[in-house]
């Protein structure tokens, strides 16, 4: 028998325990119906182990995540740690993690099927079939550049872009589009930054020299923001610099309606990280009322990228029979059910499949 697949959770703070529980209760059930034998270990991470070990990414916990097939994290950070300084914030773990991984390309896909598209905060009309995926650049930009210092009288970070850094995450973009619609949309700032600048000239010439059968536009980025609420149906793949797609990723969340819907895959490193778009949402913290569909989400990237998309694509089967039955969470419906009740939904659609097809 082969070896187990190990997965290494990494619930964090806030909500995370809680999306990460729900979402390891339909990945086992979904790995026990398939025969695939799945070892999960858990390991502090965030503000948790600041608080147990005083640090964001003990040791121990970066070992295991680059000893595992790949990570699940849960989401990080709190009011509670907000007055630490900047090394020892639960955020920090999180962008150390992603670097020490090589994590360079997130993938933040945001679909609205059309019997869902009533779930938005825009009309119906206007994103229904929306299928789009950020591709945003991880390990470089704003949140990584030097010099950067902070002064009670003058603060600065740099927005610092190397060619190296440009052209493999548009070839993660340009790969993506081509097996999907064939259309790149490249953001960026060049009108006003010089990083923007190189990052327009490396897309650019990529395209022209390595892949001429995918189309490419180039937006600044305050209009992406605009055109993604007039016309969200004309992305395909939206290329971006770290600090661009963090923002317009929440942003595109509010055309599926929430963002306790949106998944991600961090790739390109040794061990792929998957994790929620949105963060610990202290506001609802330990009240049962997560949405748990991104975290259930990133487990079904998570199986893609392990070549299981039956398990992928069962669970993203029994969340649509599950929110098409009008049963969701209260960041998409009011009143709204609990986690665990939404759980429990999605488990029983997958137990409905094995009735209909008991070869299972
Ligand atoms: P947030 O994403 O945690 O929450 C924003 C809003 O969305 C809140 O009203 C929250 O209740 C709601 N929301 C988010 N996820 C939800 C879900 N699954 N179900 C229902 N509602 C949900 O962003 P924030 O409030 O700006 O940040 C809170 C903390 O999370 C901060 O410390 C921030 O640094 C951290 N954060 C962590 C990650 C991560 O771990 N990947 C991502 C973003 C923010
Ligand atoms: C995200 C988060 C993180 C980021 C923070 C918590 C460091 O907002 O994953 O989108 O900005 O990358
Ligand atoms: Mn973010």
Redesign the pocket.
Same mark, same amino acid.
């Given at each position: 028998m082969s070896d187990p697949i190990h997965i290494v959770l990494l619930p %964090?703070d806030?909500? %995370?325990p809680e999306?990460v529980s729900a979402a390891v209760q339909v990945m086992t059930s979904v790995a026990k119906r398939k025969n695939v034998d799945i070892r999960f270990e858990e390991r502090p991470f $965030?503000g948790a182990a600041i608080d147990d070990v005083g640090n964001p990414l003990p040791d121990a916990t970066l070992k295991a995540c680059k000893s595992a097939d790949a990570i699940l994290?849960g989401?990080? %950070? $709190?009011p509670k740690w #907000?007055k630490q300084p900047p090394d020892l914030r639960?955020?920090s773990g &999180?962008l150390r993690l992603r670097k020490e991984l090589g994590a360079f390309a997130n993938l933040r896909p945001v679909s609205v099927p059309a019997a869902l598209a009533s779930q938005s905060v825009l009309p119906a009309d206007r994103v229904a079939g929306t299928d789009l995926v950020v591709v945003r650049e991880l390990t470089g930009g704003i949140y990584f550049g030097e010099p950067r210092q902070y002064g009670s009288e003058e603060s600065f970070d740099t927005m610092r872009y190397s060619a190296i850094e440009i052209d493999r995450i548009a070839r993660i973009a340009f790969d993506q589009a081509k097996m999907r619609g064939g259309d790149v949309t490249s953001v960026d700032k060049a009108n006003v930054l010089a990083s923007s600048r190189l990052w327009r000239e490396r897309v650019t010439r990529l395209q022209v020299a390595e892949y001429p059968d995918v189309s490419l536009r180039h937006m600044y980025v305050d209009n992406a923001a605009m055109q993604l609420v007039r016309d969200p149906r004309s992305f395909d793949v939206l290329l971006t610099g770290n600090l661009f797609g963090d923002i317009l990723s929440d942003l595109a969340s509010t055309l599926s309606g929430? &963002? %306790?819907l949106l998944p991600s895959a961090s790739l390109g490193g040794d061990t792929p990280l998957f994790?929620?778009?949105? $963060?610990?949402?202290? #506001?609802?913290a330990s009240q049962g009322?997560?949405?748990?569909v991104?975290a259930m989400l990133s487990g079904a990237m998570l199986f893609d990228e392990l070549q299981l998309s039956e398990l992928a694509n069962d669970i993203r089967q029994a969340i649509d029979q599950t929110l098409k039955k009008g049963i969701s969470?209260s960041?998409l419906s009011d009143p709204g059910v609990s986690t665990s009740y939404f759980t429990d939904h999605v488990l029983k659609a997958l137990d409905a499949f094995t009735e209909l097809h008991p070869s299972f």
């Open positions: %964090g806030g909500i %995370g999306v $965030g994290l989401a990080i %950070g $709190g #907000d639960p955020e &999180l929430s &963002l %306790g994790e929620p778009v949105h $963060g610990s949402a202290p #506001d609802i009322k997560a949405n748990p991104a969470t960041d």
